[in-house]
């Protein structure tokens, strides 16, 4: 049974379903306070759950330094970087852009990592990111209306940022790799990677800069959207993802991944009311026949 790239669904389930949670918290307090709130809370999550479970122990600074270098670039960086992209571009624009990752992951991990996959394997990557971009840039049907669809600012801009997140993301995944591959723990792995990106936001919110302030007050019904959100998709998540690098390829792995804005599309579909289009749903099958053929080759 395939349980590391059914790891990988899972995480890409939890991402969408964490995808629309985010956008009322994300607007009201701005991307940099909203991550800074999201990864605190997340990492005190983790702590406790690793401190309880006692699953802190064999772990090497050998293990951890990677770790932390995974930590800064992945989601530090990464995931900064994308939930600005998401204020700027929406979730569907933005999503399709972050699900370059994928193949980027997959040429990374076979140049550095020596990771071979057969042809029916690189098929179905291609197929997966094609078939996620199809998806979510394609005509927004009757949900164009939406604020969710509004684009603030200039779009290449949105473009490179979401370039960027996709780019940071793959490496970080790159990096831990090696270690998931060891049997690390994977709710360890996850408190080290979000601690590091809690401490540098944190790190960066302490700084006279305009930009990294909040722009509104934390409410309960916002902090109970940003918790749950961070709950599903950093603690569940990424601890999900983390798994499945113990003993999937990163390009693999990657690519089932980032299946998360085709999952998005009922739930979008759900709370706008308005049907996504057939350009949206083809590109959803194309990603499907894609997974398929992973698993598969």
Not at 38 to 60: D, E, K, M, N, Y
Not at 228 to 243: D, E, K, W
Not at 251 to 270: C, E
Request: hydrophobic letters at 55%; a positive charge.
């Amino acid at each position: 049974m395939p349980v590391y790239e059914l790891a990988a669904i899972g995480a890409a389930i939890c991402w969408a379903a964490t995808g629309l949670m985010v956008t009322p918290p994300l607007t009201r307090l701005g991307p940099f306070a909203f991550n800074t709130y999201r990864q605190s809370f997340t990492a005190l999550v983790l702590a406790i759950i690793v401190l309880v479970g006692g699953l802190w122990h064999g772990a090497s600074s050998a293990q951890v330094w990677p770790l932390i270098l995974s930590g800064l670039i992945g989601i530090f960086m990464g995931d900064t970087v994308l939930f600005v992209a998401v204020s700027r571009m929406g979730p569907r624009r933005a999503g399709a852009l972050f699900a370059l990752n994928a193949p980027i992951a997959a040429i990374l991990g076979w140049a550095v990592l020596g990771e071979q996959l057969s042809g029916i394997g690189w098929l179905g990557v291609m197929l997966c990111a094609g078939g996620v971009g199809l998806a979510v840039l394609g005509r927004p049907g009757a949900s164009g209306s939406h604020s969710f669809e509004a684009v603030r600012g200039k779009i290449w801009i949105g473009i490179l940022l979401g370039l960027f997140a996709a780019l940071a993301q793959a490496i970080g995944s790159l990096i831990a790799r090696p270690v998931m591959q060891q049997g690390f723990d994977p709710f360890t792995g996850s408190l080290i990677r979000v601690g590091t990106a809690a401490a540098c936001l944190t790190i960066l919110s302490a700084m006279p800069i305009q930009q990294v302030k909040p722009k509104g007050r934390l409410n309960l019904p916002l902090f109970l959207l940003l918790a749950g959100s961070g709950i599903v998709a950093m603690a569940i998540g990424m601890s999900l993802m983390l798994y499945a690098l113990e003993g999937g390829k990163v390009g693999i792995v990657s690519t089932l991944s980032a299946l998360s804005p085709v999952f998005i599309l009922p739930g979008l579909w759900i709370i706008t009311g308005s049907r996504p289009s057939a350009t949206s749903w083809a590109g959803a099958l194309i990603a499907v026949i894609g997974m398929a053929l992973i698993f598969l080759r």
